[in-house]
């Protein structure tokens, strides 16, 4: 059984920096793309950065891009989203997610981590 299990949440101050982390279990997933999303209240979620777990080529959102840095250790099976400059617009629940490279759905998720950036 597929399990991605994201940690790492927590509340933070505008500026700070926070690595969130997602494990990642029940298959091999190298052929796969993993990425993070996010959920803010009201708001549709969005994607927010993605990773290819075997070639390690990277792409982001643009509101994250130059802030965030997504990474993996295949090692561990797991992934980090590293979020630095943090803004209180960043405050969501963030999502670990993975679909197969040649698929468009992301297949597994899982339940999230409340991130808050507030002073």
């Known amino acids: 059984q597929v399990q991605l299990v994201e940690s790492g949440g927590r509340l933070v101050q505008p500026g700070d920096s926070l690595r969130l982390s997602c494990a990642a279990s029940?298959?091999?997933?190298?052929?796969?793309?993993m990425g993070w999303f996010r959920q803010a209240p009201g708001k549709e979620r969005e994607f927010v950065a993605g990773i290819s777990w075997s070639s390690g080529h990277t792409y982001y959102s643009d509101s994250v891009k130059g802030r965030f840095t997504i990474s993996r250790d295949y090692a561990k099976h797991t992934v980090y989203l590293q979020m630095n400059s943090l803004k209180p617009e960043d405050t969501a629940v963030y999502y670990c997610?993975?679909?197969?490279?040649?698929?468009?759905?992301?297949?597994?998720w899982g339940q999230g981590t409340q991130v808050t950036v507030s002073s």
């Open positions: 997610a993975a679909r197969l490279a040649s698929s468009i759905e992301w297949a597994y």
């Open positions: 029940g298959r091999t997933f190298y052929n796969y793309v």
